[in-house]
């Protein structure tokens, strides 16, 4: 079945450091691609996404470039603040199983001063 | 109230006990849903509801059991739970329940289960 495997965490950086966390997918057919940000003591919050090959999402600073070759859906901010502080889910739907959201386990950020 | 609302946002009890989660949406959405959020594990997707009627029910054990009185307003009644239960609850409605549209996740609530 379809499945998202994302980079473990916790990643640490200082302000302004460059941020990438990885996701590599499995899937068939063409699924599309999210990326959810959940804030402490929030709700998980749609941050970007991307629906064919190639297209990039790109949200308050932070991009990610669906590529069907590597089967990857790469985040990546050039200079994190420490507002930046959350936990990033790799996400994807597929028509081939209802649309459904499939999840990746998160990837806790924490961006110190 | 705006988005998606959740109550309460803490909870403790036994065993035995029974107790509601409440989920209110203000998004004029007719979709509907309950995740369980576990430490080192995806997300779980428990229960949709699309315009009041359940139409997903993903093996989730019988002490769980969804309302959905109307389009903005989803229960989640709890009773007889496990220690194993302990998870943070997440409602999340959608404009419908075709995979088309965002999910609007509420801030969640915080389940203890002793």
């Known amino acids: 079945g379809d499945s998202v495997t994302q980079m473990e965490g916790p990643v640490t950086l200082s302000e302004e450091a460059f941020l990438t966390i990885n996701c590599t997918y499995t899937?068939?057919?063409?699924?599309?691609l999210f990326w959810y940000v959940q804030y402490p003591g929030e709700g998980l919050q749609l941050l970007l996404k991307?629906?064919?090959a190639d297209d990039k999402g790109s949200n308050k600073g932070f991009e990610a470039t669906y590529r069907k070759e590597t089967t990857s859906f790469h985040l990546e901010k050039g200079s994190v603040q420490v507002s930046d502080s959350a936990v990033y889910f790799c996400?994807?739907?597929?028509?081939?199983?209802?649309?459904?959201?499939?999840w990746g386990l998160g990837t806790s950020l924490a961006v110190n001063p | 109230e705006t988005g998606v609302t959740q109550t309460p946002r803490h909870l403790v009890m036994g065993m035995t006990n029974k107790k509601s989660l409440k989920c209110e949406q203000h998004?004029?959405?007719?979709?509907m849903y309950w995740y369980k959020q576990s430490a080192k594990k995806p997300l779980e997707l428990m229960f949709v509801?699309?315009?009041?009627?359940?139409?997903e029910n993903n093996s989730v054990p019988s002490r769980f059991s969804p309302e959905c009185p109307n389009s903005s307003h989803l229960f989640l009644h709890l009773h007889t739970l496990q220690p194993e239960d302990s998870a943070l609850y997440l409602c999340?409605?959608?404009?419908?329940?075709?995979?088309?549209?965002?999910?609007?996740f509420g801030p969640g609530t915080r389940l203890t289960v002793t």
């Open positions: 999340a409605s959608s404009q419908d329940a075709t995979g088309f549209y965002e999910q609007y």
């Open positions: 998004l004029g959405h007719n979709a």
């Open positions: 509801y699309s315009l009041e009627e359940r139409v």
């Open positions: 899937a068939t057919g063409y699924p599309s």
């Open positions: 991307a629906t064919k």
């Open positions: 996400a994807l739907t597929n028509a081939g199983n209802n649309r459904k959201l499939i």
